[in-house]
C-alpha cells in the first residue's frame, strides 16, 4: 500500500477527539486579547506605524484571530469524533501532576534539594502504582543520581534548604554546596 | 586554512572533548528512548550550559542535537516506534525489514546512512563557510527581517494539513514575544497590572513546558507501557558497507537534507519526502517501499541526519533559527554575547569550524559507540513509559528552577506544559509557537531599525537580497497554492493514510 504520494498526505495531520473545544477555547483566548488591545498597548505621539509599541502586539493577535477562526471553521465542518470528553478528562488530569511539580518546587527551598528530590521521586513512583521495592529504591536512586549530577557536578543554581540551617558547621557547608 | 587550523586549537581542551563525548553518546541513548527525544534533552540542559564555556555548551547541545537521530533509528527498526519525531518515515522500512529477520541489516543500513548524511553535510558547510562569510555582510535589517519573515510563513506553509493551526500558533508565538515591559519607548503590553507579566515570558520557560513538561506530563497520565525488542545477534561490521551499494541514493538525499536544512522553517520532514519519493521513482525495485526496502531506510536516515548541520547555517551566519532545536540553542549564544551574524562569520570564523569540526568528530563517536552498544541500548529503551515521566519531570524543575530560582516560571512552566500536552495529543505542531516567539523578536527589531532609510514601501527591496527574499516570499506563496490544487487532482484515498505517520512529531 502506498501511503502517500504528495507533500500533503505526508504531512495531512487528522483531526483528533477535542479539536472543537481546542478551537473554540483558542478562538475565545484571541476575542479577549483583542477586546484588551485597546487598553494593554499603547500608541504613541510621532512614530511610525511600524515603530509603535502596540504594532506587533496588534498583527499578532489579530493574525490569531483570523487563522483560529479558520481553524474553528474547518473543525466544525468536518464531521464529529467520538470520545471528546475522555479527551478533555485526560487534559485535565495533567493538571495533577502540575500540581505535583509545584509541590516539589515549594519544597526544595524548605528541605533542600537532596531530601526533596528523594521524597518527589519516591512518593510520585507510589502513586503511579509502583509498589515493588526495587522500583521505589530505583526512583530514589534517579533522584539522587540527578542531585549529584546536577548540583554537585554541574553546580547549577538551586538553592539550600532552610532545614540544612540546623546542621552542625561543617556538615551544613558541605551540604549548601553540594546538595 | 588558518580559520580551520584555528578551530581545531579551539576544540583541543579536554572539557571541551568531554563535553563532545557525554553530548554524543548521551544524544544517542535519549534518541533511542521512545518518548525523549532531543528537545526534550536540550531544553532540560539548556540552563545546566549556561555556567560553562560558549564552546563547551554548544559542544554538548550540538551532541545530542546531531546524534539523537541516530539513536531515534533503533526502537524506529525494532518495534516500530520511532525513538525521535523524524525517525517516524524509518518504520516505514525498517520495521518490515525486522520481521523478515533482517534486524541487524536494516540497523547497520540506517547507522551508515546516518553517518553518511552527517559527514556531507558537514563537508558541504565547511565547504561553503568562506563563501557565507562573503554573502552574510551583505545581510542588513531588512535583509535578515525578510528573511525572518520567510522563515514564519515556511514554517506556517510547511505543516501541510494543519497550516491554520500552524498559523494561529505562530501568531500566538508572536504575541507571547510582545507581552512585558518593551524596551524603546517603556509602555507596559498585555501585562495586565500584574508585576509577573512585566519581564515577559523567557524563551527558555516556555520552551522546557512546552516541550520538556508537557511530555512528562502525557507519560505520567497516559498508560504504562514497557517495549521489549529483541537483541541482535552477531556483528555489525560486515554490514555497514553495504551502504556503497546505495551510494546514489545516500548522497541525492544527503543534498536533499542540506538543502532543506539550510532554508529556515522547513527541515527534516520536506527533506525526507523529497529524498523517499527520488528513492522510490528511481529505483529498480519501487514496489518493495514501505515494506522493507533498504532505499528507502537510507532515503529516511541519510535526509535527517544532513539537516542538523545545514540548520546551523541561517542560525550562524543570520542568527535566525530555522526550528525548535537551533532557537533554544539562539539562547545559548545570546548568554555568552556570542551574537550569531554577519559579523560571527567575518570575525569568528575559526569558532564557526570549531563547531562544525565538533559536529564531524561527534559522528565519529556515534558510529563507533553503536557499532559496540547496541545491545546495551536495547535494554536502555525498555524503561516503563510513567517511570520516564517521573525522571523528565525531575530534571524539567532542574532545567525551570536553576534559570533565576523563580517559583513563578516554574508555575508559568507548568502552564505552558499543560498547554503543550494539549498541543500533543491534539497533533497541533508547537514549533511555530517557538518560532514565532524567536523570529518574532529578531523581526520587530529589524523592522524598527530598518525603517530609518525606507520613504515608500519600494525602498524597503532596492537591495538585490532584499528584492530577492522577498520575491522569494512572494514565490512561496504562489507556489503553494499552484501545489494545493495540484495535490487535491493528485491525492490518494482517505483510508489509504497513515493517520499517525507524524504521531510523535512533537518529541
Same mark, same amino acid.
Given at each position: 500500500?502506498?501511503?502517500?504520494?504528495?507533500?500533503?498526505?505526508?504531512?495531512?495531520?487528522?483531526?483528533?477527539?477535542?479539536?472543537?473545544?481546542?478551537?473554540?477555547?483558542?478562538?475565545?483566548?484571541?476575542?479577549?486579547?483583542?477586546?484588551?488591545?485597546?487598553?494593554? %498597548? %499603547?500608541?504613541?505621539?510621532? %512614530?511610525?506605524?511600524?515603530?509603535?509599541?502596540?504594532?506587533?502586539?496588534?498583527?499578532?493577535?489579530?493574525?490569531?484571530?483570523?487563522?483560529?477562526?479558520?481553524?474553528?471553521? /474547518?473543525?466544525?465542518?468536518?464531521?464529529?469524533?467520538?470520545?471528546?470528553?475522555?479527551?478533555?478528562?485526560?487534559?485535565?488530569?495533567?493538571?495533577?501532576?502540575?500540581?505535583?511539580?509545584?509541590?516539589y518546587v515549594l519544597l526544595v527551598p524548605r528541605l533542600g534539594y537532596l531530601p526533596s528530590t528523594i521524597i518527589f521521586t519516591v512518593s510520585l513512583a507510589f502513586r503511579l502504582g509502583y509498589r515493588r521495592w526495587q522500583a521505589l529504591l530505583s526512583?530514589?536512586?534517579?533522584?539522587?543520581?540527578?542531585?549529584? =549530577?546536577?548540583?554537585?557536578?554541574?553546580?547549577?543554581?538551586?538553592?539550600?534548604?532552610?532545614?540544612?540551617?540546623?546542621?552542625? /558547621?561543617?556538615?551544613?557547608?558541605?551540604?549548601? %554546596?553540594y546538595f | 586554512?588558518?580559520?580551520?587550523?584555528?578551530?581545531?586549537?579551539?576544540?583541543?581542551?579536554?572539557?571541551?572533548?568531554?563535553?563532545?563525548?557525554?553530548?554524543?553518546? /548521551?544524544?544517542?541513548?535519549?534518541?533511542?528512548?521512545?518518548?525523549?527525544?532531543?528537545?526534550?534533552?536540550?531544553?532540560?540542559?539548556?540552563?545546566?550550559?549556561?555556567?560553562?564555556?560558549?564552546?563547551?555548551?554548544?559542544?554538548?547541545l550540538l551532541g545530542i542535537y546531531g546524534s539523537s537521530m541516530y539513536g531515534g533509528a533503533l526502537p524506529a527498526i525494532l518495534i516500530n516506534t520511532p525513538g525521535t519525531a523524524v525517525n517516524a518515515l524509518t518504520t516505514y522500512d525498517g520495521y518490515p525489514m525486522t520481521k523478515r529477520g533482517e534486524a541487524r541489516r536494516a540497523l547497520a543500513l540506517a547507522y551508515s546512512a546516518s553517518f553518511f548524511g552527517g559527514v556531507f553535510s558537514i563537508i558541504c558547510l565547511i565547504v561553503l563557510s568562506p563563501v557565507l562569510a562573503l554573502i552574510a555582510p551583505h545581510f542588513g535589517s531588512r535583509e535578515i527581517f525578510l528573511a525572518a519573515l520567510l522563515g514564519i510563513v515556511l514554517v506556517v506553509l510547511a505543516h501541510r494539513g494543519q497550516i491554520f493551526a500552524a498559523g494561529m500558533l505562530a501568531a500566538f508565538g508572536l504575541f507571547l514575544n510582545t507581552v512585558g515591559l518593551e524596551p524603546v519607548k517603556y509602555t507596559r503590553r498585555f501585562t495586565f497590572d500584574q508585576s509577573w507579566l512585566t519581564g515577559g515570558f523567557d524563551l527558555i520557560v516556555v520552551v522546557l513546558g512546552l516541550f520538556a513538561l508537557s511530555q512528562a506530563f502525557i507519560l505520567l497520565v497516559d498508560k504504562d507501557n514497557t517495549p521489549h525488542p529483541q537483541p541482535i545477534k552477531g556483528s555489525m561490521f560486515g554490514n555497514l558497507g553495504e551502504l556503497f551499494k546505495f551510494k546514489r541514493v545516500a548522497a541525492a538525499s544527503s543534498s536533499f537534507g542540506v538543502m532543506m536544512g539550510m532554508i529556515p522553517g522547513v527541515g527534516e520532514f520536506t527533506a525526507q519526502f523529497m529524498s523517499y519519493t527520488y528513492a522510490r521513482k528511481t529505483s529498480k525495485k519501487p514496489e518493495l517501499f514501505g515494506k522493507g526496502s533498504?532505499?528507502?531506510?537510507?532515503?529516511?536516515?541519510?535526509?535527517?541526519?544532513?539537516?542538523?548541520?545545514?540548520?546551523?547555517?541561517?542560525?550562524?551566519?543570520?542568527? =535566525?533559527?530555522?526550528?525548535?532545536?537551533?532557537?533554544?540553542?539562539?539562547?545559548?549564544?545570546?548568554?555568552?554575547?556570542?551574537?550569531?551574524?554577519?559579523?560571527?562569520?567575518?570575525?569568528?570564523?575559526?569558532?564557526?569550524?570549531?563547531?562544525?569540526?565538533?559536529?564531524?568528530?561527534?559522528?565519529?563517536?556515534?558510529?563507533?559507540?553503536?557499532?559496540?552498544?547496541?545491545?546495551?541500548?536495547?535494554?536502555? =529503551?525498555?524503561i516503563p513509559t510513567r517511570f520516564l515521566g517521573v525522571i523528565i519531570l525531575t530534571l524539567s524543575f532542574v532545567g525551570v528552577y536553576s534559570l533565576r530560582n523563580s517559583v513563578t516560571d516554574c508555575a508559568v512552566a507548568a502552564g505552558f506544559g499543560v498547554l503543550g500536552l494539549v498541543l500533543k495529543r491534539l497533533n497541533l505542531p508547537i514549533v511555530p509557537i517557538i518560532l514565532g516567539m524567536v523570529l518574532g523578536q529578531i523581526m520587530e527589531v529589524k523592522l524598527r531599525s530598518s525603517m530609518a532609510r525606507v520613504k515608500t514601501p519600494l525602498d524597503f527591496v532596492d537591495r538585490p537580497i532584499a528584492a530577492i527574499l522577498a520575491g522569494l516570499l512572494l514565490l512561496v506563496i504562489v507556489l503553494h497554492i499552484r501545489t494545493l490544487f495540484k495535490e487535491h487532482k493528485n491525492r490518494i484515498a482517505e483510508q489509504d493514510h497513515d493517520h499517525d505517520v507524524h504521531d510523535s512529531q512533537q518529541r
Open positions: 500500500m502506498q501511503r502517500f504520494k504528495t507533500l500533503q498526505d505526508m504531512f495531512k495531520r487528522y483531526r483528533r477527539p477535542g479539536d472543537l473545544v481546542f478551537a473554540v477555547l483558542f478562538l475565545a483566548f484571541a476575542l479577549f486579547l483583542m477586546l484588551s488591545l485597546d487598553d494593554q %498597548t %499603547t500608541w504613541v505621539k510621532r %512614530t511610525k506605524t511600524v515603530s509603535q509599541p502596540a504594532f506587533w502586539p496588534t498583527v499578532a493577535v489579530w493574525v490569531m484571530l483570523g487563522f483560529g477562526l479558520l481553524h474553528l471553521i /474547518g473543525s466544525l465542518v468536518s464531521p464529529r469524533i467520538s470520545g471528546r470528553l475522555t479527551e478533555v478528562i485526560f487534559w485535565l488530569r495533567s493538571v495533577e501532576f502540575a500540581g505535583w511539580f509545584m509541590a526512583a530514589a536512586g534517579i533522584g539522587v543520581l540527578i542531585v549529584l =549530577i546536577f548540583k554537585t557536578f554541574l553546580q547549577v543554581k538551586v538553592p539550600g534548604g532552610q532545614i540544612y540551617e540546623m546542621l552542625p /558547621g561543617t556538615l551544613r557547608a558541605f551540604m549548601l %554546596t | 586554512m588558518e580559520a580551520l587550523f584555528s578551530g581545531v586549537e579551539l576544540l583541543a581542551r579536554w572539557d571541551v572533548l568531554a563535553a563532545l563525548l557525554i553530548g554524543s553518546i /548521551g544524544g544517542v541513548v535519549i534518541g533511542a528512548i521512545p518518548g525523549v527525544g532531543a528537545a526534550v534533552a536540550i531544553a532540560i540542559l539548556l540552563p545546566a550550559t549556561f555556567s560553562l564555556d560558549p564552546i563547551v555548551g554548544l559542544t554538548i533498504p532505499e528507502g531506510l537510507i532515503a529516511s536516515e541519510a535526509a535527517n541526519n544532513a539537516v542538523p548541520g545545514a540548520a546551523m547555517i541561517p542560525l550562524l551566519a543570520l542568527g =535566525i533559527p530555522g526550528e525548535a532545536l537551533t532557537a533554544m540553542m539562539l539562547s545559548v549564544f545570546y548568554v555568552h554575547n556570542v551574537i550569531p551574524g554577519p559579523q560571527l562569520f567575518q570575525n569568528n570564523l575559526d569558532f564557526v569550524y570549531a563547531l562544525y569540526i565538533a559536529m564531524l568528530l561527534l559522528n565519529v563517536i556515534v558510529i563507533v559507540f553503536l557499532i559496540f552498544s547496541t545491545n546495551i541500548l536495547v535494554k536502555v =529503551i525498555q
